[in-house]
C-alpha cells in the first residue's frame, strides 16, 4: 500500500540536506554556506534544490541580491535546529561510567561573563567530577536564548529583557553600569567632573541598549544626561566597547567590577552620575524539554543548590 506523502517524507529524505539547509539558512547564502562546510557551491545548491523538491515547497527565495527564508523555510529552520540540538546531545548520553560521571556541558555565554560565584561552581564540580568535559561559545544574548530554546547547549549565561517561554532562568549574579571615559578624553584629568560636562559628548553604544533590550537602561540614562543623539560606535562585545571607550571614539557604560581593574591602573576614568545606575541581571538558562545527560542534570544541580544558598546581595556587584 502506498503511504501519503507526509509518511513517506521521512523514509524518503536524505537526512544530510536538512543539516546543509540549516548551515545555508545560518549563513545566510550558498557560498558562504559552501565555504563553512568545506563543499562547492553547485553541490549545496543541488542539496538545497533535492531538499525543496522533497518537502514539495520552496523553502528560499534565491535572487541577485536578496535573500529570503520561506515561512515554510523559518519552520522547517526551526525543527532543524532542534533536531541538531538532539543528535549533538548522543555522546554525553552515551558516555555513561557507573564508577566516574562522564560527559560534556556545552555552555553558550555572552561575551565577558565576570562572576566570582560561577567560577566556584565550575572549580568545585571540576573537582568532584574530573572526567566531564566543557566548551563555552561566545554569541549575543538574544542567540543565547535561542540556542537554549533550540536544545543546541547544555545551558546558557546571558542577559535578558523579558524571560522566555518554555526556559528555565536563574539570577546568576547582578551588576551595576557606570558611565567610563579613557585616559584620550579631556576630562579624563579634570579635577572635577559634573553631569553637564558630559552634555553633547560622543558615546559607544551595546547592541542592546536599544529599546526593550536587557540594556535599555543605560540608553535612558544617556538621554537624561543628554549626551549625542546617536552611537559613534557599537558593539555586542565587551572587550570591543572597552576598546572605543579606550580610544575616546566615545564615552561608554560598563559593568562596574569589570572596569575597576581598568580604573585603578588609570586607563578608565568613573563618569557621573555615581548614584541609582542602571541594574542588570546577569541569567543561567536552561531548556525543561531537553533529555539532560548525567553531566548536564549534575552540573544543574550543583548551580541550584549553590545559587539557593547564596543570598542574591552577595552575587551582586558594584565594584
Request: aromatic share 8%; net charge neutral.
Amino acid at each position: 500500500m502506498n503511504l501519503p506523502h507526509q509518511q513517506r517524507f521521512p523514509w524518503n529524505l536524505d537526512w544530510n540536506l536538512l543539516r546543509t539547509f540549516m548551515v545555508v539558512v545560518e549563513q545566510r547564502g550558498i557560498s558562504k554556506a559552501a565555504d563553512f562546510l568545506g563543499l562547492k557551491q553547485p553541490t549545496v545548491s543541488a542539496a538545497l534544490k533535492r531538499l525543496e523538491y522533497s518537502a514539495g515547497m520552496q523553502l528560499i527565495i534565491r535572487k541577485p541580491n536578496e535573500f529570503t527564508i520561506t515561512r515554510p523555510g523559518q519552520v522547517l529552520y526551526t525543527e532543524c535546529a532542534k533536531i541538531f540540538g538532539s543528535i549533538s546531545q548522543l555522546p554525553s548520553l552515551l558516555d555513561i561510567d557507573e564508577a566516574e560521571l562522564r560527559g560534556h556541558l556545552s555552555i553558550a555565554i555572552t561575551s565577558s561573563v565576570v562572576s566570582e560565584h560561577f567560577d566556584d561552581i565550575l572549580n568545585q564540580f571540576s573537582i568532584v567530577h574530573p572526567h566531564v568535559t566543557y566548551s563555552f561559545s561566545v554569541n549575543e544574548s538574544d542567540d543565547v536564548a535561542t540556542m537554549i530554546s533550540q536544545n543546541r547547549a547544555s545551558l546558557g549565561i546571558c542577559l535578558l529583557s523579558k524571560i522566555p517561554k518554555n526556559l528555565d532562568a536563574m539570577v546568576l549574579y547582578r551588576e551595576y553600569f557606570g558611565l567610563y571615559c579613557g585616559a584620550r578624553h579631556p576630562l579624563f584629568h579634570a579635577p572635577e567632573i559634573t553631569p553637564d560636562d558630559l552634555r553633547g559628548d560622543p558615546f559607544v553604544a551595546f547592541q542592546t541598549e536599544a529599546e526593550g533590550k536587557p540594556l535599555e537602561a543605560i540608553s535612558r540614562l544617556r538621554t537624561k544626561l543628554g549626551l549625542a543623539n546617536t552611537w559613534r560606535g557599537v558593539s555586542s562585545s565587551l572587550n570591543e566597547i572597552r576598546r572605543m571607550i579606550m580610544a575616546n571614539i566615545g564615552i561608554g557604560a560598563l559593568p562596574l567590577h569589570v572596569a575597576q581593574r581598568d580604573v585603578e591602573a588609570g586607563r578608565l576614568r568613573q563618569l557621573p552620575p555615581f548614584h541609582d545606575l542602571p541594574q542588570v541581571d546577569i541569567y543561567l538558562l536552561s531548556n525543561p524539554g531537553r533529555r539532560q545527560s548525567d553531566a548536564e542534570s549534575t552540573f544543574l544541580a550543583a548551580c541550584r543548590k549553590s545559587l539557593s544558598a547564596t543570598d542574591l546581595a552577595e552575587r551582586t556587584y558594584r565594584a
